[in-house]
């Protein structure tokens, strides 16, 4: 019995070993990953996941034994591969999500070369319940922010108009005449949503039902979502018409925000007995949501021990070559291109006449941006000017990312009415012929004419998806990751012809190409002190 208990030891010793490493090996990751935990509240529930995915595991360990051959451990040798291939090419691009998405694909790995396949199976639910625990990438966040804060506001404002209220929504601003309030980041819902679909997840793998159903429910997780923040926005609105904007600010406003998680928890629970009761089970609450009776009756201590084949040297050394090699990547040091900064360009560009303009704190806090420009350009004896603006990052890493205005737009009120590319190949910048996004945009009675691209190491852009392939390929390849949102707004009389205002825009981008070059690195390095020209 002592060489059985000493024997069980040394293999879990070695497993414990293998996993020491890996956490070692993925600890800057790790570390990141839980320093956002603490600082954003959308991810606050994340230091339960892994604890919750440990009872899963645990309740089932009377089906898990380790796998007798070193050939049933392959499978999950390739997995570890796979995974380490991404954490090296996440450190290369140093892009910590694909990293932390890496830890879970390798200790899934791990996982197969312990229990085999078999023991995957197992447990493969209670392991993609670790997904949770990883944020989003920051344009994914941002993009689905401004979303969500567009249809909770929407929906916000219905239920005042229901309570008779008059009110009016400007983008993320509810008008309530006296009173305005804007719908900022924290009111997107995002607070709730991801919280929720954990939860939800959780839910539908432990109720007793069809997969249909099951799926339902963690899919009503964003609906949910929705519908309860927009009430919840509602009722601040309905508060403050009525009392003030105190109703808005202080305890009143996270107590609501508890008060409306729990309400999207009760609902979430009242689907799940619908539907018990659509299937012809009759069960209270307090069943709906349980641990199967058939988990854990073996009269276990631990999971079953096996015999110690040669996979657990095989991880080890494999992580051991992974963290040598990422180490090796992490060495190289950005390459920040010389260029001219914002500071000098020029207020005069043939017979364009221009004058400057500033950002708030406020919004250079939210774009983190390296430097940028805003001048308002008019050609004598006309109207209507173009306002030009660029921002440009020297390195867009550690969450600071060119934002795309398709985002901002309709957050500030305007409407997109019309939306495409367009190419000019009489246009050139860094030797490419110039492709651009075309917008018409309203607000009331005024239109306006909006151009914009993206302009990243010698490419023009129009796809934001695009820009961040791009982002990962160069950082790999190129080390750099630099890069510029270049804009033009001219805005459109009511009277006026729309072809009137490209012509506009038009004739300020061949004035504006020969010069833009210079602060806008291209592909090619220049040694320091020389600039960019346009092509």
């Known amino acids: 019995?002592?060489?059985?208990?000493?024997?069980?030891?040394?293999?879990?010793?070695?497993?414990?070993?293998?996993?020491?490493?890996?956490?070692?090996?993925?600890?800057?990751?790790?570390?990141?990953?839980?320093?956002?935990?603490?600082?954003?509240?959308?991810?606050?529930?994340?230091?339960?996941?892994?604890?919750?995915?440990?009872?899963?595991?645990?309740?089932?360990?009377?089906?898990?034994?380790?796998?007798?051959?070193?050939?049933?451990?392959?499978?999950?040798?390739?997995?570890?591969?796979?995974?380490?291939?991404?954490?090296?090419?996440?450190?290369?691009?140093?892009i910590k999500t694909m990293e932390q998405y890496?830890?879970?694909?390798?200790?899934?790995?791990?996982?197969?070369?312990?229990?085999?396949?078999?023991?995957?199976?197992?447990?493969?639910?209670?392991?993609?319940?670790?997904?949770?625990?990883?944020?989003?990438?920051?344009?994914?966040?941002?993009?689905?922010?401004?979303?969500?804060?567009?249809?909770?506001?929407?929906?916000?404002v219905e239920f005042i108009r229901a309570c008779d209220i008059m009110v009016y929504l400007e983008g993320n601003v509810i008008d309530l005449g006296n009173y305005k309030l804007q719908v900022v980041d924290a009111c997107s819902g995002l607070r709730y949503l991801f919280p929720l679909a954990s939860l939800a997840f959780l839910c539908a793998y432990l109720f007793k039902g069809p997969f249909w159903q099951k799926l339902l429910i963690f899919l009503s997780a964003m609906p949910l979502t929705i519908f309860m923040n927009s009430f919840r926005i509602g009722v601040i609105g309905v508060l403050v018409d009525?009392?003030?904007?105190?109703?808005?600010?202080?305890?009143?406003?996270?107590?609501?925000?508890?008060?409306?998680?729990?309400?999207?928890?009760?609902?979430?629970?009242?689907?799940?007995?619908?539907?018990?009761?659509?299937?012809?089970?009759?069960?209270?609450?307090?069943?709906?949501?349980?641990?199967?009776?058939?988990?854990?009756?073996?009269?276990?201590?631990?999971?079953?021990?096996?015999?110690?084949?040669?996979?657990?040297?095989?991880v080890l050394v494999l992580l051991i070559a992974g963290?040598?090699?990422?180490?090796?990547?992490?060495?190289?040091?950005?390459?920040?291109?010389q260029r001219k900064a914002f500071l000098n360009f020029p207020t005069k560009l043939g017979n364009w006449q221009g004058r400057n303009d500033y950002l708030s704190q406020f919004y250079l806090n939210e774009l983190k941006l390296t430097d940028y420009v805003i001048v308002n350009f008019n050609q004598?004896?006309?109207?209507?000017?173009?306002?030009f603006y660029s921002a440009y990052y020297q390195s867009q890493r550690k969450g600071a990312a060119v934002h795309s205005p398709r985002s901002?737009?309709?957050?500030?009120?305007?409407?997109?009415?019309?939306?495409?590319?367009?190419e000019f190949p009489e246009f050139t910048l860094d030797g490419h012929s110039l492709e651009l996004n075309r917008a018409v945009i309203q607000k009331g009675e005024s239109r306006q004419l909006v151009y914009f691209w993206f302009q990243q190491r010698g490419r023009t852009i129009t796809n934001e998806y695009m820009v961040k392939w791009y982002l990962f390929y160069d950082a790999i390849m190129m080390n750099r990751t630099d890069g510029a949102l270049v804009r033009l707004?001219?805005?459109?009389?009511?009277?006026?012809?729309?072809?009137?205002?490209?012509?506009?825009?038009?004739?300020?981008?061949?004035?504006?190409?020969?010069?833009?070059?210079?602060?806008?690195?291209?592909?090619?390095?220049?040694?320091a002190g020389n600039v960019l020209s346009a092509g």
């Open 323 to 337: 963290a040598g090699v990422s180490e090796i990547s992490k060495g190289r040091e950005d390459v920040i291109p």
């Open 408 to 422: 901002c737009i309709p957050g500030d009120g305007w409407q997109i009415i019309s939306y495409g590319q367009q």
């Open 489 to 527: 707004v001219t805005p459109v009389d009511k009277s006026e012809d729309i072809a009137l205002a490209d012509k506009r825009l038009q004739s300020f981008l061949r004035d504006l190409l020969p010069e833009l070059g210079n602060y806008l690195p291209g592909k090619t390095i220049v040694p």
């Open 102 to 156: 890496a830890f879970l694909v390798v200790l899934t790995g791990m996982f197969a070369c312990a229990f085999g396949l078999k023991g995957l199976k197992t447990a493969s639910v209670p392991l993609l319940f670790l997904v949770f625990m990883v944020p989003f990438p920051a344009f994914i966040l941002n993009n689905l922010s401004s979303k969500l804060q567009l249809i909770s506001s929407w929906l916000g």
């Open 380 to 387: 004598p004896g006309t109207q209507n000017g173009v306002n």
């Open 242 to 314: 009525n009392w003030g904007t105190e109703m808005a600010e202080g305890f009143l406003h996270d107590f609501e925000g508890w008060a409306v998680f729990l309400l999207c928890m009760a609902l979430l629970f009242i689907e799940m007995w619908i539907f018990s009761r659509i299937s012809g089970r009759k069960l209270a609450f307090s069943e709906l949501v349980q641990i199967p009776d058939d988990w854990g009756r073996a009269p276990v201590t631990g999971f079953s021990a096996g015999r110690l084949n040669r996979s657990v040297y095989a």
């Open 1 to 94: 019995m002592n060489t059985e208990n000493t024997r069980a030891a040394v293999i879990w010793s070695f497993w414990g070993a293998a996993f020491l490493l890996l956490c070692l090996v993925f600890r800057d990751s790790l570390a990141e990953m839980v320093g956002t935990w603490i600082g954003l509240e959308e991810y606050s529930h994340g230091f339960f996941i892994p604890c919750i995915t440990v009872y899963l595991i645990w309740m089932r360990r009377s089906e898990l034994s380790l796998a007798p051959s070193f050939k049933e451990s392959v499978p999950g040798l390739v997995i570890i591969v796979i995974g380490l291939l991404v954490f090296i090419l996440g450190g290369l691009a140093t």
